[in-house]
């Protein structure tokens, strides 16, 4: 004879089956998941960077997780419409660009700085014992920008200068995409060109302090002529037709890696950051009207 014990043991027994189910049935159509970053610094960097959680991600979720370092930020954008990339890193612009061209992706982590602010700056640097004090003291010279899809290192720049009544094509002699925030600074560096834009935190963290703590330059040989509003910080994404089940694995993976794999979170940030916060794509809406308002100058200005 069943006790009422046994009896609603069954049953919850039976309700917890269709869920055990689906997580197996997505397992077996998904054996790998493909993670994707935007090229911010070099190659090696972001496989140093980013190992650790492409790692702790497989072991979390059971199934294995790729990490893509990608050539450009528009080759992050195409394979997440294409549905090749399951999940990514981005910045603001190229997630908001993303949306602007189909992609059916969600936010659902941001990062948080360590003052517990959810946003970062655009900057110009030039080197430190250049004579410019202002971006109108750099008529005819060189401009370095990162990626048309970057929001610290082109679009903001833009509008910003727009704001100055400057057309950076007719402005500067040369405008460049350097095709990485640390390409930026190494072309200021050497000379290829007389500003640079790049992202910056705050006194705590940059790519310029980044850099300098891998070795690659002193932070003292550049100073800043411009700093921007605050930005919303970068997202992570996945796409929306993943199976809700492992859409809301990843989430919960990544949002609770800082408490239960701190050295994963770690090997990201470098203890500059809090850890990351949920968040929704109606955070990027200001981005997206951003990306609309320089698309139009570039038409505008053919």
Known sequence: MFSRRTLIGATAA?????????????????PELVFAIIPSENASGVINRYTPFVESLTRTLGTKVTLRVANDYAA????????????????PSSFARALMTGAQIEAFAI?????????YHSVFYVRKDSPYQTIEDLKGRNL??????????NNVPRFAMNKMGINPDQFFGKVVYTGSHENAVIALGQGTVDVAANWWNDEQESNLLRMARKGMVKAEDFRIIFKSEQIVNSPLAYLTSLPAELRAAIRTAVLEMPEKDRAAFDAIYEG???????????????????????????????
Request: charged share 20%; aromatic share 8%; no cysteine.
């Open 14 to 30: 039976m309700a917890a089956a269709p869920a055990a189910l689906r997580a197996q049935a997505w397992k077996g159509q998904y």
């Open 76 to 91: 992050v954008i195409e394979g997440q419409r294409a549905g090749n990339i399951h999940l990514a890193s981005y910045g």
């Open 111 to 119: 990062e948080v700085n360590l003052d517990g602010t959810k946003g």
């Open 272 to 302: 500059k950051q809090k850890p990351w916060e949920p968040v929704d794509n109606a955070a990027y809406q200001p981005i997206i009207e951003l990306n609309r308002f320089v698309d139009n100058l570039r038409r505008q200005r053919g």
């Open 144 to 153: 370095g920008l990162v990626d048309p899809n970057s929001t610290s290192g």
